[in-house]
């Protein structure tokens, strides 16, 4: 079977902490694919002169869909790095349209389209049992994107975010710091539970770059704590 490589890409959630990583490594890559990021904002300014990110700014995150699915052809992949805090929100209830109810209508939307390869930023740890609101809207999405039967879905499922964050709550940021510290004199003290954000970017591009260039059976991959740090650090080669 003759391999296929990226022409295109398109990603929600490029401005927060994961998805500007995954920007960042998908602007990088010598094949140099169309990048279109539906986005609220500008994108950070180390990201706005890539001559192959197409930024799409509007304000209304819930009008995504609509220019998600006007896009042709449609994309290789989609990526979506989408996520707001309770706090960002206002409520759980407005997170969870975000975070459960947009991020399901742009699966949807992808699906319909044709996007063959879909990938997700989720969390490790979370089930549809838990007691945690937040872990339990994640798990419900992943079960609900995976329903949708894209011919590759990835599940990216990280530990603790390592990286400057602007809105964590100080429990979150003391043990980002101390990840950080540990990290610094070896990172087989945190891979297990807390990955720097620029690995999980790189994991997240490598695992749907795999995907697209036939290089895994299509169906459900889970991308665990152990996958990230092999696929984003191990393994990662710049143009693979």
């Not at 094949?31 to 799409?56: F, G, M, S």
């Not at 610094?184 to 749907?208: F, H, N, P, R």
Request: proline share 6%.
């Amino acid at each position: 079977m003759e391999q296929e490589s990226i022409s295109s890409a398109a990603i929600v959630g490029g401005t927060g902490l994961v998805g500007s990583h995954i920007l960042q490594v998908l602007a990088s890559l010598p094949r140099e694919p169309t990048i279109v990021a539906l986005t609220r904002k500008p994108l950070p300014p180390t990201l706005q002169n890539a001559a192959n990110i197409k930024p799409l700014l509007e304000a209304d995150s819930f009008k995504w869909p609509d220019a998600l699915g006007a896009l042709s052809p449609p994309p290789s992949i989609f990526l979506s790095a989408l996520g707001a805090t309770k706090a960002a929100a206002g409520s759980f209830d407005a997170q969870r349209k975000i975070d459960y109810d947009l991020n399901l209508e742009l699966a949807k939307t992808a699906k319909e389209a044709g996007v063959k390869v879909y990938v997700l930023i989720s969390a490790a740890g979370v089930s549809t049992t838990s007691t945690f609101p937040y872990g339990r809207m994640k798990a419900e999405l992943e079960e609900a994107v995976q329903a949708l039967g894209f011919p590759h879905t990835v599940i990216l499922k990280p530990g603790l975010l390592v990286g400057a964050r602007e809105d964590s709550r100080p429990a979150e940021a003391a043990a980002r710091k101390v990840a950080g510290v540990l990290g610094g004199l070896s990172k087989g003290l945190t891979d297990w539970w807390a990955q720097d954000v620029d690995v999980i970017g790189k994991a997240a591009v490598a695992a749907g770059l795999q995907c697209v260039e036939r290089k895994r059976e299509e169906g459900l991959w889970v991308v665990g704590q152990k996958d990230i740090v092999r696929l984003g650090r191990t393994e990662w080669k710049r143009g693979k």
